[in-house]
């Protein structure tokens, strides 16, 4: 046996073990903890996930924060195998800022399917954790041939699978985006809400899809089922299809209302999943009352910027960026570059901002970047960049936490451009900027609130960024935090 296939088995094998220890862990240990000790010390959570992992989906994580060690294990299309395979080893420690800085001891090559060693180990990886409910990162996978570069982002949301869903007597109402496919700009939805009941291990999603604008998708009622897997308990559509070439999602719904499922493009055919949307979708349960959006945006938020389709040459990748937000206000001296360009294009320049930012808005953006593969959110280089506006917009009133009618305002100071360098529109003289229809939805998980955006390349206006040459590039994109 080649000794990458010996290391790739023998990784898993000890991922099952961890993944063993994890249900026990998960119900405590028994131990008195030091009241200075963090919630999570010791503890070791496993999650399932990775919609975004079209090459590497679905997968799970293990989060050992008794040796602040990381592990994943998936399911590699390409090896045409139902058998999981570690793709990734490594560590963690924890940021000022909140983040995890993730060093990958073994990486996975997107080439060969397996992992080899790094070393010294590949560092850039970041996470940000809920510990016991989900995670959401961006992982590192390295390119060994092509050309392009070398070290990739392999973003992923996870979530816990700690037992079936039990909706015996009323159905669980989650709220969900769909996340953005790096092959399509096709929406067939964006968001919507789900009500899911259960009978036995059967499980039935009855879905409300929507696309931006809102526009409502014709509704649908499929049935999956839930059992004990490799991957631990998850509801496969279809139903019975778990480990089958026919399988289309797999889905977690973990205890405290975090959901996440992973769609295989290549086995849908014609099927739009169990949501509607044909991709996979990130959600959470449904507040019980409205949301209190001034709450909202006095909080701060660390997470991730996504947008797949991004073809800007740079030096560090620009597909998943690590973001906060809230950290700033309209009247930040950080946010002075943005605010500048949106006026300048507000009824002038381009007019490509009909209206400013509401009160109901988020100020933040990524962090900046160094000469590595991606940008760095340790605060090493400072606070979070100022170049991108959530303004959530007015709440559904039929829908506690839907904000269908939200806007995402991109500054001249996003990547690849900066205060410095600013994005000149092609062809004129006019600082740049562009804004754009979203959707969001908001709830709160272990008592966080959690933030999930959707902007789509087929609204009016379409999402856009910039690319080096300062035209804009339609595409799909999510923007995805966690309240710190």
């Known amino acids: 046996m080649p000794k990458n296939q010996r290391l790739t088995r023998s990784l898993f094998v000890l991922l099952l073990v961890v993944g063993q220890a994890t249900t026990l862990g998960l119900d405590g240990c028994g ?53 999981p395979s570690s793709i990734l080893s490594g560590t963690f420690a924890a940021a000022p800022t909140g983040f ?78 769909t996340v953005p496919n790096v092959n399509t700009t096709v929406d067939t939805a964006d968001y919507g809400s789900v009500d899911i009941s259960t009978q036995g291990s059967a499980v039935t999603f009855h879905a409300a899809p929507f696309l931006i604008g809102p526009v409502a998708q014709a509704s649908s009622a499929v049935t999956g089922g839930c059992s004990e897997t490799i991957f631990g308990p998850l509801t496969a559509y279809p139903l ?19 959901l996440v499922s992973s769609f295989v493009t290549g086995n849908a055919g014609a099927s739009l999943g169990a949501f509607g949307g044909g991709t996979g979708v990130v959600g959470v349960s449904t507040p019980a009352n409205p949301i209190d959006v001034s709450t909202i945006v006095s909080g701060q938020y660390n997470g991730f910027f996504y947008a797949p389709q991004t073809t800007a040459a740079t030096i560090y990748d620009l597909t998943a960026l690590a973001s906060a937000f809230g950290n700033h206000s309209a009247t930040s001296q950080a946010c002075s570059t943005l605010q500048s360009s949106l006026a300048a294009n507000n009824g002038q320049g381009a007019g490509t901002i009909p209206v400013l930012p509401s009160a109901n808005s988020l100020y933040g953006g990524d962090f900046p970047a160094t000469t590595s593969t991606v940008n760095d959110p340790t605060g090493a280089l400072g ?102």
């Not at 079936?164 to 159905?171: A, E, G, H, I, L």
């Open 100 to 177: 995890m800085s993730v060093a990958e001891n073994f990486a996975i090559t997107t080439s060969s399917g397996f992992i080899t060693a790094q070393n010294p180990p590949l560092t850039g990886a970041w996470a940000v954790e809920i510990p016991g409910s989900g995670a959401l990162a961006n992982l590192l996978n390295v390119k060994i041939s092509g050309s392009g570069l070398p070290v990739q982002a392999a973003p992923a949301i996870m979530a816990a699978n700690n037992a079936c869903p039990q909706f015996v007597q009323t159905s669980g109402q989650f709220l969900y985006v």
């Open 383 to 484: 606070s979070e960049n100022c170049d991108v506006v959530i303004d959530l917009g007015v709440q559904d009133a039929g829908s506690n936490g839907s904000f269908p009618a939200a806007t995402i305002f991109i500054g001249s100071n996003f990547p690849p451009f900066s205060a410095t360098n600013p994005w000149i529109c092609t062809g004129t003289t006019f600082t740049c900027a562009v804004s754009f229809p979203a959707a969001a939805i908001v709830g709160t998980i272990q008592g966080k609130y959690v933030i999930f955006v959707v902007a789509s390349a087929q609204s009016t206006p379409a999402a856009q960024l910039p690319n080096n040459s300062g035209s804009p590039i339609a595409q799909p994109l999510g923007i995805y935090l966690f309240q710190k």
């Open 31 to 83: 131990q008195t903890e030091k009241p200075s000790t963090p919630p999570s010390a010791n503890e070791v959570y496993a999650y399932f996930g990775g919609p975004f992992l079209n090459h590497l989906a679905p997968s799970v994580s293990t989060f050992d924060h008794s040796k602040d060690s990381i592990g994943t294990s998936a399911l590699i299309p390409s090896l045409t195998t139902q058998v």
């Open 240 to 258: 019975n299809s778990f480990a089958l070439t026919s399988n289309i999602e797999l889905i977690s719904m973990s205890n405290s209302g975090f």
